[in-house]
């Protein structure tokens, strides 16, 4: 069973909405600012280039994102509509010049980039296709139409440092983010697994447990929840040192881990020579021979412990309780209950496994 971390490819859809509209809100606003400037006769032109192209890529994106399988198209359509604007661009410029001879900025080419690679985090290998398609059709309006004169390489040459200088600041803030990705997995993995054993810790054990047993509830599943404790380990240690002591604990994880192995097992260190288990979906016949089988598995391995507390071998106690849970069942009480089978079993002499009845559940 594992704990969610979070994706790096998640995205928030609530912001790249916000972030569309307000692209859509400066095309508009151009909109007013180029009316003022350009001819009457480029009037037209302008609108198909704004309205007819530009706007409604941008509104394709817009209502793209609220597609169920968006995630999984976001960063082909991203580029794509970014690049449809960018000609929508070129197409006015070309405009101008043929019907006015009017010398259009081509800055605007730029801009969009920018917006793309910075703001709607276009990724790099995206970014670059679209600097290389965009040069390319800048690169062809040069070539067909004198709009710029002599000095039209010059042009296209800034437009490739400008999208050179961009593809590195995006690459350098992809790096710096899966860095980061790495780390704060590394801090998540810490945060919830034990050292010694490579178990769950019981902070991770908690959270997974209220998880687990919501969907029991939800899904009317049994649950099972095993408490383990190996048997006069503070005789162990004492007679063996810390080390060996370290050894079984380890040897005690790896039987919990073989014997629940299922997606839907959560084994944890509880602390200590202390373990816990949840399990979904088994019977009690089914989890008195998963605990049976964990008594076995020690009995198998024939671990000498002939220290004071005169048990032959390492051996381990478990109490458990699997029962039908429902929205009411509190996590505590089912803690309870495989804690005081487990004092049973203790109480019995040890090695062995103890069912706590599942009438017990309710309340007193
Ligand atoms: N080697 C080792 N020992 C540990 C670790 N954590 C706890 N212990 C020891 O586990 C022992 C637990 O002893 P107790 O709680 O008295 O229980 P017990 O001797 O197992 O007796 P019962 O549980 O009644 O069978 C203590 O001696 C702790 O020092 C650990 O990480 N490594």
């Keep these: 069973m594992y704990m969610d971390v979070p994706s790096e490819t998640s995205i928030n859809l609530k912001k790249l909405r916000i972030t569309l509209s307000m692209g859509g809100l400066l095309i508009l606003s151009f909109i007013g600012i180029d009316l003022l400037l350009l001819p009457e006769v480029l009037h037209q032109a302008y609108y198909i280039s704004r309205l007819g192209i530009q706007f409604p890529f941008l509104l394709t994106l817009y209502l793209l994102t609220f597609l169920s399988n968006y995630h999984s198209l976001h960063k082909h359509v991203l580029w794509l ?41 276009i990724n790099f290998i995206y970014s670059l296709m679209y600097a290389v398609l965009s040069l390319v059709g ?26 050179a200088v961009s593809l590195v600041g995006v690459k350098q803030i992809e790096s710096g ?11 998540l993995y810490l945060n919830q697994i034990d050292p010694l054993t490579q178990l769950y810790n019981r902070g991770a054990m908690e959270q997974n447990f209220e998880r687990m047993l919501s969907i029991a509830a939800r899904t009317n599943t049994r649950i099972s929840v095993f408490i383990v404790d190996l048997d006069n380990f503070k005789d162990f240690n004492d007679g063996y040192g810390h080390l060996r002591g370290d050894d079984v604990i380890q040897l005690q994880a790896q039987i919990l881990r073989q014997i629940f192995n299922r997606e839907t097992d959560m084994v944890a260190r509880f602390g200590g020579e202390e373990f816990v288990v949840i399990s979904l979906g088994n019977t009690n016949e089914e989890a008195k021979a998963q605990a049976a089988r964990v008594l076995a598995a020690w009995q198998h391995k024939n671990v000498a412990h ?59």
């Design 81 to 121: 509509g970014v690049l449809g604007i960018t000609y929508g661009n070129f197409w006015l410029l070309v405009q101008c010049w043929t019907q006015a001879e009017l010398v259009f900025a081509w800055e605007g080419t730029l801009l969009y980039g920018l917006f793309g690679m910075f703001i709607l985090r």
């Design 177 to 187: 983010f899966m860095r980061f990705q790495q780390l704060n997995n590394q801090l």
């Design 138 to 163: 800048f690169a062809w309006i040069i070539i067909h139409y004198p709009i710029y004169g002599e000095i039209g390489s010059i042009k296209f040459g800034f437009m490739l440092c400008g999208f």
């Design 306 to 364: 002939g220290k004071g507390s005169g048990q032959r071998i390492v051996s381990c106690s478990i109490g458990f309780i699997n029962t039908e849970v429902d929205k009411s069942t509190e996590k505590k009480r089912l803690f309870e209950l495989a804690d005081s089978a487990l004092y049973e079993a203790k109480n019995r002499g040890r090695a062995r496994y103890v069912s706590a009845t599942s009438c017990e559940l309710a309340p007193a």
